[in-house]
């Protein structure tokens, strides 16, 4: 019964690619995240749906396409991948923007 | 700007004392704050939270003391025990953010329990 869940936990693929990572919350909140972790354990918020709105949209390379088909599932698309994308990403889910709930990441790494 | 720091990347503590991890955070105006863990390999677990209008409180073995004079924030973590090792990480909601959940992160303390 994980709360908010990440596939796949682990990506490894080639400079150029596009690749997607998905994630599901069965908590019932409103509002999703995406984050980032670099290697430096710095984490850092990439965007925010709330009930399938964009509400937070930070400095990321349009590269970046997130997509909300309903509440409960928050999905990242990554175009022409690069090695500055190697990191850990990882969703979020909250109600009313409080106690933010974390997946356990996705480890991507550009070969 | 924004920027929500800790003193110290790394505590090394006994099993049993009691342990302080301290936070800095430059926007006077934020209203909520937050303490996460962290396990290697998992994503940060919510430990507890304050608003700005309460100075202290208190969980299962755990203190969050906010001081806004000094915009400083702390964790105290009671009889520490091998299980409390991770990297702990204070975050912010700033000004403006309203109900949209935006947390600035600290950079992590990483606790070390001595045995």
């Known amino acids: 019964d994980t709360a908010v869940s990440q596939t796949p936990k682990y990506l490894v693929t080639q400079m150029g690619n596009d690749k997607s990572i998905k994630c599901e919350q069965n908590?019932?909140?409103?509002?999703m995240y995406w984050y980032k972790q670099d290697s430096k354990k710095f984490l850092k918020i990439m965007f925010s749906y709330n009930n399938k709105e964009l509400i937070i949209n930070e400095t990321v390379p349009n590269r970046f396409s997130p997509k909300s088909p309903d509440k409960a599932h928050l999905n990242l698309h990554i175009n022409s991948l690069e090695l500055g994308d190697s990191a850990v990403y990882f969703c979020?889910?909250?109600?009313?923007?409080?106690?933010?709930?974390f997946g356990d990441g996705t480890r991507l790494s550009i070969l | 700007g924004e920027s929500v720091g800790l003193h110290l990347p790394t505590l090394s503590v006994q099993e049993g004392d009691n342990s302080i991890i301290n936070c800095a955070y430059s926007n006077s105006a934020s209203d909520y704050f937050i303490w996460y863990k962290q396990e290697s390999g998992k994503g940060p677990q919510f430990i507890i939270d304050i608003r700005s209008n309460m100075d202290k409180r208190q969980g299962q073995r755990v203190t969050v003391l906010l001081n806004k004079t000094v915009k400083h924030l702390s964790l105290q973590i009671a009889a520490t025990q091998p299980g409390d090792s991770a990297v702990y990480f204070c975050a912010e909601n700033p000004l403006g953010s309203g109900n949209t959940g935006k947390l600035i992160f600290g950079q992590g303390t990483t606790l070390q329990v001595k045995p």
């Open positions: 908590l019932g909140h409103d509002t």
């Open positions: 979020a889910s909250s109600q009313a923007g409080l106690s933010q709930h």
